[in-house]
């Protein structure tokens, strides 16, 4: 398919994801716009996190890094899934070397009465202007993602204040007071429908929402407190593009989550690809599941594993990805042979 200037459209993500036969698997990256990227650093000396995301012309610069330095099949907007919170009127900071603070947490009930549905309009405009110059720049080179972070993983920054391994606090808030817990799910749900709906609007091809804490729950907890907004946000834009819904660890749950009706299912490296293609059936698309830290491997040994893979899980209803970002300390040659060998795999299949 060509574009109106004549450039081929690469649309592999979004035809896999719809289940039509494509001649190899379209390959890209989670956090694939960041820190590895000698071109990102540049501009993370000069500007601000949030800075970063809120001026449409530095988030279109970003987002296209890893599309023109690597050669990934799809491009992902570059913001944070804690713009969210940000937006329903909590205080944000991005702290050099200790991650994402929110001073103010969500304790008590008073403490939810500072949190609103906002007009998205109002607040995240910024995201939908970067949408609109991202598409008119990729020009059709790429398709492009938009995203989300799922009601739970949202919830545990806003009432942990900040990242932890365990987020305890987040979890004891909804055993303390669910009623309170299901208040605030239900008001980042809102939310979230909204703002991705305007991201679709603004031009997104296609959406994942990333429950990067979902593996902290129980299977029983996951169905009470995540996978019930995880459904009611799938059922709202479904119709519109293909979502793609990544639960990090939520292996248990592929099953619960390929009955919501989404288009893709994300999943980490602790899976072997044939049990998730069992659990989740035939008529979904696999996302995954390379382990980022095999990226530091030499790259002839990384080049075997990543065949592995794409041996493993075979060509068809398949996105070669990652099981979870890359991390900062990967060189950008081991990076660009992971979107390389995906590639070379799929002349091979086609001889
Ligand atoms: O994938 C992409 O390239 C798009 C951009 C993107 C970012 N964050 C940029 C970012 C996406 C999709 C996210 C999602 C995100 N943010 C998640 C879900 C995915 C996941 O990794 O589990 C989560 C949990 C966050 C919250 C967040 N933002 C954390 C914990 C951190 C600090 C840790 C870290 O990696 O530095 C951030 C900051 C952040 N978001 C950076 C980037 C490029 C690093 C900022 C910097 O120092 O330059």
Not at 2 to 19: I, P, Q, S
Request: charged share 20%; hydrophobic share 45%; glycine share 8%.
């Amino acid at each position: 398919m060509n574009n109106c200037e004549g450039y081929d459209m690469n649309d592999l993500l979004l035809r896999t994801l719809r289940g039509e036969a494509t001649s190899r698997p379209p390959v890209w990256m989670m956090r694939q716009a960041g820190r590895y990227l000698p071109e990102y650093m540049v501009l993370r000396e000069k500007y601000g996190f949030f800075e970063r995301c809120q001026t449409p012309e530095l988030a279109c610069e970003i987002t296209l890094q890893p599309v023109d330095i690597i050669g990934v099949d799809a491009a992902i907007l570059f913001s944070d899934i804690l713009v969210v919170p940000q937006a329903m009127g909590l205080e944000v900071q991005l702290i050099e070397s200790k991650g994402p603070v929110l001073p103010e947490p969500i304790k008590t009930r008073s403490d939810l009465q500072r949190v609103r549905v906002p007009d998205v309009h109002e607040t995240l405009q910024y995201v939908f202007d970067a949408i609109q110059l991202i598409k008119k720049e990729l020009n059709g080179r790429a398709p492009l993602i938009g995203f989300a972070g799922a009601p739970w993983t949202l919830l545990c920054y806003m009432v942990q204040g900040k990242g932890s391994k365990t987020f305890d606090e987040a979890k004891a808030f909804c055993y303390i007071q669910p009623d309170l817990a299901h208040e605030l799910l239900q008001m980042i749900t809102d939310t979230t429908i909204a703002y991705l709906k305007a991201q679709v609007k603004a031009g997104a091809d296609t959406i994942q929402l990333f429950d990067s804490w979902a593996g902290l729950l129980s299977p029983e907890d996951f169905s009470n407190i995540s996978l019930p907004y995880i459904k009611q946000i799938v059922a709202a834009l479904k119709d519109e593009v293909p979502v793609i819904i990544f639960a990090k660890g939520a292996w248990y749950a592929l099953e619960d989550m390929a009955a919501t009706g989404a288009h893709g299912l994300g999943i980490d490296w602790c899976i072997k690809p044939e049990l998730a293609r069992k659990a989740a059936g035939n008529n979904i698309t696999l996302q995954g599941n390379f382990d980022p830290a095999k990226l530091l491997s030499p790259i002839p040994v990384l080049k075997k594993e990543v065949s592995k893979m794409l041996n493993a899980f075979g060509n068809g209803r398949y996105i070669a990805n990652l099981g979870h970002g890359i991390l900062p300390n990967v060189p950008v040659d081991h990076a660009r042979a992971f979107v390389d060998t995906v590639k070379e795999w799929g002349i091979a299949i086609a001889k």
